[in-house]
């Protein structure tokens, strides 16, 4: 090998490093990616099962109006109302729904607090299903679009622990003139 060609040698060396280095940093996730939560969506059956919660989506319906007949409520606007089975999968230590999101073309989107009884917080019994319901208001303008139904447990920053994500299509959801939103009730769908 001639002297040019043995002092070229660290240098081919030393850049392929660099070009090493750089693929690794390029491939890395950053820091706040390493606690993000895992996403669990539904088997074939319908049913995603998390840590603390297994559920399955029964409705879900667009309306100008939502109900509870009972308790004498009433809001109007763009509504989002989604029928949930759910239940504790082998525990009932922090089995319930504590964060129920819908992001809509990168927009999210909580559970609306407005309703007197939602599924959110509801407590849960392994084996039995509590059927309940969400409702999301949505702004004036959102008529269509696609995103996901995001349900964790009781903690509102899930890190290292999974969300179960349902897929959402605005356009593919049926439109009714008014809901009326019910007690999460024990019992099949």
Known sequence: MSRRARRAVPWFFG????????VVTAITPPDAALRDPFAVGAADDGIATSRTLAAAVVDVDRTGRITMADEGWEAEGNWLVVTLSVSAPTTEVDAAIGVASLLIDGRLFQASERPPATLVGTDLRVGTDTVGMLAFELPADLRSG???LRLSGRYPTPELDDVIVF???????????AVEIDEPRLGAP
């Open 15 to 22: 850049a392929g490093l660099l070009a090493v280095a750089a």
């Open 167 to 177: 897929p959402v299509d605005l356009a593919d959801v049926p439109t009714a003139t």
């Open 146 to 148: 696609t995103g996901e």
